[in-house]
């Protein structure tokens, strides 16, 4: 879908242009049209000039993925105020560096919540429940997608800052501007094809990129979107039913449990007509299963990373081909693989993923050094290309390959290897509900975590039946459950730490 929008409130401004009374976004409490939403988002902008919040201040909110969460997105945008979202489930330890990082003009939380945020920043803090209380009385007061308050906001500024996990304990927030959200946005909704009659379910927090473009990209569909991350383990299959839902966002963590549950569960499954991927790949016996208790679900590989957003989608209606591709680059980017020497690569041949196009972020919030080595100077043209730090190939016709990290690609007695073609072999073993492959270093061997029934020997004899010899790990450790991060990949650090506790 070609948009003339170049702002983020310019895609809800369409939306309710066309479709005013169409459900927009859902809750556990409610749901809002678009209409409702943009009155909402005009009243929370209103309050925030209210407060003295000018263009380029930093809002930080660490709220539950809500209705009013999306309002204050999008108010916070017509104010060109920048968002910082940040996960109700974040430690002490992280928010402080963040907060300190950040400098933000007003902090916004809730509940037990307000301690912590008032303890780590000499910033104001606001309850959000006493902010909604007052912007809620003004919200409607003739004021919608015909409003003339909203402040002059330019494409190039800069609209949320979406902090990442690193490999240091140092914040690091991705500079997320209005253009480059539009068209990845754009893109996305290209190959997706989000429609009218589609409701997305989206577990996942409005804090990491993949929850916030399901809002963007729902608007641009004319879609609802169902804020589910409060919802509890064992009624998602309910509500997925209730809703109506026909797009679910997946990582494998969650995919395996629907699955459960829908294996369990006696009820006609959801209408889902899309499962869509990322946070690391799916095991072909995952996806079997979701084609299996969803008739007719297409389960989309894709990849990306928030520098970025998304750098590559497999077309819905080839979701059965290719199935070791995670898809064709987006309209308008440009993908390269190239080798140690900075020149491509052969089709085929493995290298460093580098990015172009216009969905490429300006770098990281206040990290000068990092963003001069990862958002570099194309040396043919001089424009900037996104050094990912991921490795894989792309085929003759163009589609990607993903081999893993920088730091997931290694040498073991002289051959080489990527985490993920170990663990995707773990997976394979029947039993075995999860695995994590770490490679060698600080005077360990490869180890591989698994969560499942099997014992340590029975894995290490599958994988030794299905891989080289050098490539079956020396270490095995059995658990219940793989350690997971926030946003349900495997938690690496912890991993690691189980090794040292023994094995089972």
């Given amino acids: 879908m070609a948009l003339e929008a170049q702002l983020i409130h ?3 401004y369409d939306a309710v242009s066309t479709a005013p009374d169409v459900p927009a976004i859902r809750d556990a409490t409610g749901v809002w049209s678009y209409r409702e939403l943009s009155e909402a988002s005009h009243a929370f902008a209103r309050w925030l000039r209210a407060r003295g919040l000018r263009p380029g201040d930093r809002l930080v909110v660490r709220l539950p993925s809500r209705r009013e969460l999306v309002a204050m997105f999008y108010g916070a945008s017509r104010c ?4 910082v979202p940040l996960n109700p489930a974040m430690k002490t330890f992280h928010l402080s560096s963040v ?8 902090v916004v939380g809730e509940g037990e919540g307000l301690g912590s945020l008032r303890a780590a920043t000499e ?16 919200a409607g007061q003739g004021r919608g997608a015909d409003a003339d308050d909203d402040v002059d906001v330019r494409p190039d500024d800069l609209a949320v800052l979406i902090y990442t996990s690193g490999s240091t304990s140092a914040p690091k927030a991705v500079m997320c501007a209005h253009a480059q959200v539009v068209f990845a946005t754009a893109a996305m909704q290209a190959e997706l094809g989000y429609r009218p009659d589609d409701v997305v379910f989206c577990r996942f927090p409005i804090s990491w990129d993949y929850g916030l473009y399901k809002v963007l990209m729902s608007a641009v569909g004319r879609c609802e979107l169902v804020l589910a991350g409060e919802e509890g383990d064992l009624t998602l299959l309910r509500r997925m039913r209730e809703v109506g839902a026909t797009i679910v ?3 494998p963590s969650f995919a395996a449990m629907v699955v459960t549950m829908a294996g369990r569960d006696g009820a006609a499954p959801p209408p889902v007509r899309m499962f869509t991927n990322t946070g690391a790949a799916l095991p072909a016996a995952t996806i079997d299963a979701l084609r299996d208790r969803f008739p007719g679900a297409r389960v989309v590989r894709q990849f990306g990373l928030t520098e970025c957003k998304r750098i590559s989608i497999m077309p819905p209606e080839q979701d059965r081909e290719r199935p070791g591709s995670v898809g064709r680059p987006l309209r308008g980017t440009t993908v390269e693989i190239l ?4 020149a491509p690569v052969p089709a085929g041949e493995v290298g460093e993923i580098v990015v172009s196009g216009p969905h490429v972020m300006p770098g990281y919030w206040r990290l000068p050094e990092l963003t001069a080595r990862t958002f570099r100077p194309d040396p043919r043209t001089g424009t900037p290309r996104l050094h990912t730090g991921d490795y894989g190939s792309v085929d003759e016709d163009g589609y990607l390959y993903f081999e893993g990290r920088r730091d997931d690609v290694f040498k073991r007695k002289g051959i080489r290897m990527s985490t993920l073609e170990i663990e995707a072999a773990a997976m394979d073993l029947p039993g075995v509900r999860g695995a994590a492959a770490l490679p060698p270093g600080e005077g360990r061997d490869l180890a591989i975590v698994v969560a499942g029934d099997l014992a340590p020997r ?3 004899r599958g994988l030794a039946e299905r891989l080289e010899p050098a490539k079956v790990p020396g270490i095995c450790k059995v ?5 997971l991060t926030q946003h349900g990949k495997n938690a690496r650090d912890a991993l690691a730490g189980l090794l040292t506790a023994g094995t089972r």
């Fill in 249 to 251: 966002p997946i990582v």
């Fill in 479 to 483: 658990v219940d459950e793989l350690p």
């Fill in 339 to 342: 080798g140690p020497d900075g």
């Fill in 123 to 138: 910033a104001p803090v606001r309850d959000a429940r006493e902010i909604w209380a007052e912007v809620a009385g003004t």
């Fill in 99 to 106: 907060l300190a990082n950040a400098e933000p003009a007003l």
């Fill in 10 to 12: 310019d895609l809800l």
């Fill in 80 to 83: 060109g105020v920048v968002f």
């Fill in 458 to 460: 029975e894995v290490l």
